[in-house]
Every structure is written in structure tokens, then in C-alpha cells.
């Protein structure tokens, strides 16, 4: 009897996860208006004018308290007196998350759900303290504990960094050439593609000027054709 050797077909190795990350409270909450809306409350009691160039040029680099500290100097504010003023400001900044005031983005919900119908893991990074970031999150209505999260504090240090993404992309347990970050800024911008993620970048009214070079896809609002978009991204990763 002739014995047959039938060669079996290898197993398909199984997909590698994807993740989608992003920023919080720049994205999801209009953070940056916040903010300017708040420095300017804070600093006009007082009597200390802040123009939108000052803010564009101190407080959207990255490194929130060393800027406004610059920019208070600039003001001749004595060293070391600046220290109260910048403390109120973030005191008040985290305060607003809270409040009727603050309007969660419909595109960032719909980004979550479509993203935990796929399959796909989640993971945020917020400049916020951790109590003010999860009301926030639970605002959202995405307080899911999958969802992972890092807040990012601390002063002097910048926001957002490279090993930021890269520690959410560990918790996930997801390579980062496996993950979109979407961004508000060139400063998310340039940490995430450092990390090695694909990025997509959501601007606002204080960061549409940025160069956003190295971006898959640049938009001014999270809608459907951008979701699409990010969707196709983690199909192509």
C-alpha cells in the first residue's frame, strides 16, 4: 500500500491587537479653550493682561508652568512670586473639567465605541490630576476600566512626551507601530511619532498654525470621514 503525505496548510498567525490612543482633555474637552479662558480670568484679578500671542507663545510648547513662570517674569513679576499665580491657575484649569461649562466631544465618544465594538484597546493620557481626569472620563462616559490611562504631572516636566505613549502602549500590551495616537498639537504630535505610533492630528482654534509634518492625517473636527480614516490606519498598522 502506497502511503499518501498530505502537507497541512501552516496556521494563520493570529492578528496582532491595535490600539488607539489620544489625548484627554485636548481632545475630548476643548482643554486649550479652557485654559485660555481660565489664565485670562485668573490673571486680569491680577491686573495682568494676557494677549492670545502671549498664550500662543508661553503656554503651548509643552511645558505649561515653566511658560506661564517665563511669561510672568516677562511681566515683572518678581522670581519665586509667580509660584501662587501659576498654582491657582492649574488649580482652576482642573476645577472647569467639573463644571456645566465643560462639553465632551461626540466624536471622541463615537471613536470609543466604535473602538470597543472592533475589538480594539484604548489608552489616554491627560496633563490632569488623576481625580479630575476620571470625573472626566466618567463625563465622557467612558470610565470603562479597559480604557487605560496615565496622568501625566508634574511640574517643569513637558506634556506630552515620548515615553508617555510608549508606557500607555505597554500597559496595552500593543507595539506602538500597532497604535494611532491622535493628537491636538505639534508638540503631541512630534512625541507620538518618537514613540513609533501612526498619528492623526485634531487641531484647534490655538493650533491650527503648527507645522503638523509627519502626520498621516491632519482634520479640525473628529467626524465620521476622519474616523473612517483612523479606522483604515489600523487595518494598514
Same mark, same amino acid.
Given at each position: 500500500?502506497?502511503?499518501?503525505?498530505?502537507?497541512?496548510?501552516?496556521?494563520?498567525?493570529?492578528?496582532?491587537?491595535?490600539?488607539?490612543?489620544?489625548?484627554?482633555?485636548?481632545?475630548?474637552?476643548?482643554?486649550?479653550?479652557?485654559?485660555?479662558?481660565?489664565?485670562?480670568?485668573?490673571?486680569?484679578?491680577?491686573?495682568?493682561?494676557?494677549?492670545?500671542?502671549?498664550?500662543?507663545?508661553?503656554?503651548?510648547?509643552?511645558?505649561?508652568?515653566?511658560?506661564?513662570?517665563?511669561?510672568?517674569?516677562?511681566?515683572?513679576?518678581?522670581?519665586?512670586?509667580?509660584?501662587?499665580?501659576?498654582?491657582?491657575?492649574?488649580?482652576?484649569?482642573?476645577?472647569?473639567?467639573?463644571?456645566?461649562? /465643560?462639553?465632551?466631544?461626540?466624536?471622541?465618544?463615537?471613536?470609543?465605541?466604535?473602538?470597543?465594538?472592533?475589538?480594539?484597546?484604548?489608552?489616554?493620557?491627560?496633563?490632569?490630576?488623576?481625580?479630575?481626569?476620571?470625573?472626566?472620563?466618567?463625563?465622557?462616559? /467612558?470610565?470603562?476600566?479597559?480604557?487605560?490611562?496615565?496622568?501625566?504631572?508634574?511640574?517643569?516636566?513637558?506634556?506630552?512626551?515620548?515615553?508617555?505613549?510608549?508606557?500607555?502602549?505597554?500597559?496595552?500590551?500593543?507595539?506602538?507601530?500597532?497604535?494611532?495616537?491622535?493628537?491636538?498639537?505639534?508638540?503631541?504630535?512630534?512625541?507620538?511619532?518618537?514613540?513609533?505610533?501612526?498619528?492623526?492630528?485634531?487641531?484647534?482654534?490655538?493650533?491650527?498654525?503648527?507645522?503638523?509634518?509627519?502626520?498621516?492625517?491632519?482634520?479640525?473636527?473628529?467626524?465620521?470621514?476622519?474616523?473612517?480614516?483612523?479606522?483604515?490606519?489600523?487595518?494598514?498598522?
Amino acid at each position: 500500500m502506497v502511503e499518501r503525505h498530505i502537507a497541512k496548510a501552516p496556521a494563520a498567525a493570529p492578528q496582532e491587537q491595535r490600539a488607539i490612543v489620544f489625548e484627554l482633555e485636548m481632545l475630548a474637552a476643548n482643554g486649550r479653550k479652557i485654559l485660555w479662558e481660565t489664565l485670562q480670568r485668573v490673571l486680569a484679578a491680577r491686573q495682568i493682561t494676557l494677549t492670545r500671542i502671549d498664550f500662543l507663545r508661553y503656554c503651548l510648547d509643552g511645558r505649561l508652568e515653566q511658560g506661564l513662570a517665563d511669561f510672568l517674569r516677562v511681566r515683572g513679576k518678581k522670581r519665586g512670586s509667580e509660584t501662587k499665580v501659576v498654582e491657582k491657575v492649574l488649580e482652576e484649569w482642573e476645577t472647569a473639567f467639573g463644571t456645566s461649562d /465643560c462639553k465632551p466631544d461626540s466624536g471622541v465618544r463615537a471613536l470609543i465605541t466604535r473602538a470597543r465594538d472592533a475589538g480594539i484597546r484604548l489608552g489616554t493620557l491627560s496633563r490632569l490630576g488623576v481625580p479630575t481626569m476620571e470625573k472626566l472620563l466618567r463625563t465622557l462616559g /467612558c470610565d470603562d476600566p479597559a480604557i487605560r490611562r496615565l496622568s501625566c504631572t508634574g511640574k517643569h516636566k513637558p506634556f506630552p512626551t515620548a515615553e508617555g505613549w510608549l508606557s500607555l502602549c505597554k500597559a496595552l500590551r500593543v507595539r506602538p507601530l500597532r497604535s494611532v495616537a491622535v493628537v491636538t498639537s505639534r508638540v503631541a504630535l512630534l512625541s507620538a511619532l518618537n514613540a513609533g505610533t501612526r498619528c492623526v492630528v485634531v487641531y484647534d482654534e490655538f493650533t491650527a498654525h503648527h507645522d503638523f509634518s509627519g502626520a498621516d492625517f491632519v482634520a479640525d473636527r473628529l467626524d465620521n470621514s476622519l474616523l473612517e480614516n483612523i479606522f483604515a490606519l489600523l487595518g494598514s498598522a
